[in-house]
C-alpha cells in the first residue's frame, strides 16, 4: 500500500467549475500535509499547507481530516491558470516527505 | 528570498563520463534533499541532509553520491549512469523541522546517453 494516495485524474474541467481533489494517507502519526502544484517541465511549487483546522486562500480551500485520514482540497472558479498537476505531501519522519502521485487538472476555456 | 538554485539546467552525459549537480540555497535551512522525478510520476526522494550529516539514504546506487560541503550547498556526483537514469533532477531545501515546508529548485534534466 502507498503511503500517500491520489487519484491522478485527469480532471478536465470548463472555467469556472468547482473541482475538488482528495488524498488519503497511511500513517496515523502524519504530523504535517501540504499541497504542491507542478507546471509541465516545471518544478513544484507549494500551493498551501493544509492546517487541521481547514484553510483558505483566495480560490482555494485545504481540509484535513485527521479520523479518516485524508486531505482535500477544492478550487472555485477555476481559471485557464489552474491547469497543473496538484501534488499532495504528507510528512510524518522527521526530514522525510512522502508525495502523492499527483492529480492531473485541465482547465477548459 | 525563498529560492533554491541548480546548475546546471540541462545535462547530458555519456555512460563513462563524471559530472556533477549542483544546488545552493541561502534561506538558513538546514534540510536539503535530493528527488529524481521521472516524467509523468512524483519526485521520488533519494537523499536527506540534515545539519550538513546525510540523515537518510532511499537505497540509492553508489553511482550517485552526494556530498554536502557546507550548510547552503549540497551536490550530486555522478558516475557511470544508465540510460534509465535520465530524469529531473530536484533539490529542495527545508528549515529542518519536522513540519517545515519544502521549496524546490528549478531542477536539472538529465539525459545520460
Known amino acids: 500500500r502507498k503511503e500517500v494516495e491520489q487519484d491522478p485524474g485527469p480532471f478536465n474541467v470548463p472555467e469556472g467549475a468547482t473541482v475538488a481533489f482528495n488524498c488519503t494517507y497511511s500513517?496515523?502519526?502524519?504530523?504535517?500535509f501540504f499541497w504542491y502544484r507542478q507546471d509541465c517541465r516545471k518544478e513544484p511549487k507549494l500551493l498551501m499547507s493544509?492546517?487541521?483546522s481547514g484553510n483558505e486562500d483566495g480560490r482555494f480551500t485545504a481540509q484535513l481530516n485527521r479520523a479518516s485520514q485524508y486531505i482535500s482540497l477544492l478550487i472555485r472558479d477555476s481559471k485557464l491558470s489552474d491547469s497543473a498537476t496538484y501534488l499532495c505531501?504528507?510528512?510524518?519522519?522527521?526530514?522525510?516527505?512522502?508525495f502523492g502521485t499527483g492529480t492531473s487538472l485541465t482547465v477548459i476555456p | 528570498d525563498t529560492e533554491v538554485t541548480q546548475t546546471p539546467k540541462h545535462l547530458v552525459m555519456g555512460m563513462t563520463n563524471k559530472k556533477s549537480l549542483k544546488c545552493e540555497q541561502h534561506?538558513?535551512?538546514?534540510?536539503m534533499y535530493w528527488y529524481k522525478q521521472k516524467a509523468k510520476k512524483p519526485p521520488e526522494l533519494m537523499f536527506v541532509y540534515s545539519y550538513e550529516k546525510l540523515s537518510i539514504n532511499e537505497s540509492v546506487p553508489s553511482r550517485f553520491s552526494p556530498e554536502c560541503p557546507n550548510s547552503s550547498l549540497l551536490n550530486l556526483h555522478l558516475h557511470a549512469l544508465q540510460p534509465e537514469d535520465s530524469a529531473l533532477y530536484l533539490c529542495?531545501?527545508?528549515?529542518?523541522?519536522?513540519?517545515?515546508?519544502?521549496?524546490f529548485g528549478p531542477g536539472t534534466r538529465l539525459l545520460v546517453l
Open positions: 529542495a531545501s527545508s528549515q529542518g523541522l519536522a513540519e517545515e515546508t519544502q521549496y
Open positions: 493544509v492546517y487541521s
Open positions: 500513517n496515523s502519526a502524519s504530523q504535517s
Open positions: 505531501v504528507v510528512n510524518w519522519a522527521g526530514n522525510q516527505f512522502y
Open positions: 534561506m538558513g535551512h538546514r534540510a
